[in-house]
């Protein structure tokens, strides 16, 4: 059984009053009214002062999706055996849906991540930076371990282990060598790897402070 299972019988999402309601509570505002300020990440970079909304008309949005949902249930539910829309309602229905996409992935983005990189340096940088956070994390962990096992094993093993993760990271990204993109993909497997080391080290002593 998968999330999206547990969601698709759980979670009604064919009504525009039940999708405000589910994401207003998620997001703590209207979802709409949210949704009608969304703005491209990029325009903060090249005019902060700008208000090029991605949704022009909140309104209309609501209302083609609306009637969209209600096509879509008399075609799967009613059977009808007259054509239950215009030809040209489908073109409308489909920019709507495109809009409604875009404005919400956008959002959200910018919820989670705030004013996320969208060039290639700041992506560089974040992944370094994100990279070495993680790496901090893990190299407490590890002089937390050595501290209380009194041995500087867990030292020479990190050692090797580090040499591999970096060489691992290295053949991860050697597509990208002399490339500009090539730190975003060292630098994001490296992080990868770095997380499941910590994790691995996380489950060990919490095996040993229970045994």
């Known amino acids: 059984m998968s999330v999206g299972f547990l969601l698709s019988h759980n979670v009604a999402l064919s009504e525009i009053a039940t999708i405000n309601a ?11 009214q949210w949704l009608a300020k969304v703005q491209p990440r990029l325009m903060f970079d090249h005019d902060p002062l700008g208000d090029d909304r991605i949704v022009t008309d909140i309104i209309k949005l609501k209302r083609v999706i609306a ?55 700041d992506m ?12 901090q994390e893990l190299e407490k962990l590890i002089n937390e371990v050595a501290k209380g096992s009194q041995s500087e094993t867990i030292r020479q093993v ?31 497997a490296l992080r990868a790897l770095t997380s499941d080391r910590l994790h691995q080290l996380q489950t060990w002593v919490e095996e040993m402070l229970q045994s």
């Open 124 to 135: 560089n940088r974040a992944a370094r930076e994100a990279s070495r956070a993680v790496d």
């Open 22 to 32: 589910i994401f207003s509570t998620l997001i703590g505002t209207d979802f709409f």
């Open 67 to 121: 009637r969209l949902f209600e096509v879509r249930h008399i075609l799967v539910h009613e059977f009808p055996e007259e054509q239950p829309l215009d030809v040209a309602e489908i073109d409308e229905m489909i920019e709507a849906v495109d809009t409604f996409i875009n404005a919400a992935d956008e959002g959200f983005s910018q919820l989670l991540h705030g004013l996320y990189p969208v060039n290639q340096q």
């Open 158 to 188: 990190q050692q090797a282990w580090r040499a591999f993760a970096e060489a691992e990271a290295e053949r991860s990204a050697e597509d990208w060598v002399g490339g500009t993109g090539h730190p975003l993909v060292y630098y994001s």
